[in-house]
């Protein structure tokens, strides 16, 4: 398999951890061991301290199997597979799922994993943009119109990443209609359920939809938890569970069971940790509603519904890695370039910073615009 080199991995390896603002982070802010294990309680402190660090189980402990099929509706434990991260969860799905030769039809933009794992397996890629200038929308026409006799899934991100929309009811409806009627697999990565600013916006996961769907899920977006690298499958094939389990023989093998221990309390505790990162992205939401309105002409924006990401435009004929490069060089404040996701004159933010830190990275990328006579 020959891997293209992962545009926004090697743009975060680079510059990440050398600025002094990251304002570009996808994940809500980082939550600690003692922030989990004080909500836990005394006893699961005392647990964890005395835990084992044997190997455990390939498809994850049942505990925290059990933890994630109760986010789904009516789904046993036996459907999860727990994986590396949500990255890893991609990785063994694509492997196992397609062949040299099908086709595979990708909502765009799109993180890098969900389209270049399979296309390095000889899997054609057919992109299906999202449209709308000021309001974001899938065309399920122009989905219909990509199917083919090696079409094998369609494949979105739901809430999105990078630009925080989220489907409406409707357009799940049509797109579980659409897969089930042509036999595809639908690949959802939900990554950011939970993450709503607007409560009647979420909608079910598509595995409590339609049973042609699969969810991939982790620990690290809605609940700051990146370090433990948990992610998982959940899918109502046995027998694709048993082939993804089967190929983590050869990656990772099974998940560190101290990782798994605090994510077992931290789903238990769910509703408290989303509360407080809600918290912070709304209040940074405002802020940056404040920034772009005082910017006319020069940035515009469509404001997410989901997730922790946002996708400005700046209107200035430079591209967005020069664009993102010179605030790193000038102010050590660290945007990402919309040309990791193929689209120029854009940029992610991220809006899972503290807000005092958000509020300063601002002020920082407003001088930039200042001094660069982009304002």
């Not at 003692?34 to 309680?41: E, M, T, V, Y």
């Not at 890098?112 to 899938?138: C, D, N, R």
């Not at 409560?199 to 977006?221: F, H, N, Q, S, V």
Request: with cysteine.
């Amino acid at each position: 398999m020959n891997l293209p080199p992962f545009t926004l991995e090697r743009w975060f390896a680079r510059y990440e951890f050398e600025v002094d603002i990251n304002l570009c982070a996808s994940c809500a802010p980082a939550t600690s061991t003692d922030d989990i294990l004080s909500l836990a309680g005394e006893q699961a402190r005392e647990d964890y301290l005395h835990l084992g660090l044997d190997y455990i189980p390939n498809p994850g402990t049942g505990e925290l199997r059990r933890q994630v099929a109760g986010l789904y509706h009516d789904l046993d434990e036996e459907y999860i597979q727990v994986t590396t991260g949500a990255s890893e969860a991609i990785f063994l799905l694509m492997n196992c799922l397609f062949s040299n030769g099908d086709n595979i039809i990708v909502q765009q933009p799109a993180y890098q994993s969900l389209y270049a794992v399979a296309g390095a397996a000889g899997v054609q890629i057919k992109a299906w943009p999202l449209q709308g200038e000021e309001k974001l929308y899938m065309d399920p026409d122009a989905l219909k119109g990509l199917i083919d006799s090696r079409t094998r899934a369609v494949v979105v991100n739901n809430p999105h990443n990078p630009t925080g929309y989220i489907m409406s009811r409707q357009e799940m409806d049509r797109l579980v209609e659409v897969v089930e009627h042509c036999g595809l697999w639908l690949i959802s990565d939900e990554v950011y359920r939970g993450i709503i600013y607007n409560p009647p916006d979420e909608l079910p996961a598509a595995i409590d939809l339609t049973p042609r769907a699969i969810c991939t899920g982790d620990m690290t977006k809605p609940y700051g938890l990146g370090g433990l690298r948990t992610g998982w499958l959940a899918v109502r094939d046995k027998q694709l569970l048993s082939a993804c389990g089967a190929m983590r023989d050869y990656t990772t093998m099974c998940n560190a069971a101290p990782a798994e221990f605090l994510a077992v309390l931290a789903l238990q505790h769910r509703r408290e940790l989303l509360e407080k990162k809600l918290a912070v992205a709304k209040e940074n939401l405002a802020r940056l509603a404040d920034f772009m309105n005082e910017r006319p002409g020069l940035l515009s924006y469509i404001p997410p519904r989901g997730g922790f990401t946002v996708f400005p435009r700046y209107h200035q004929p430079v591209d967005s890695t020069t664009f993102c490069r010179g605030l790193v060089e000038r102010k050590s404040v660290l945007l990402l370039p919309g040309a990791v996701f193929s689209r120029e004159n854009h940029f992610r933010l991220g809006l899972g910073v503290e807000p005092a830190v958000f509020r300063r990275g601002l002020e920082l990328f407003g001088d930039y615009l200042a001094e660069s006579d982009y304002s």
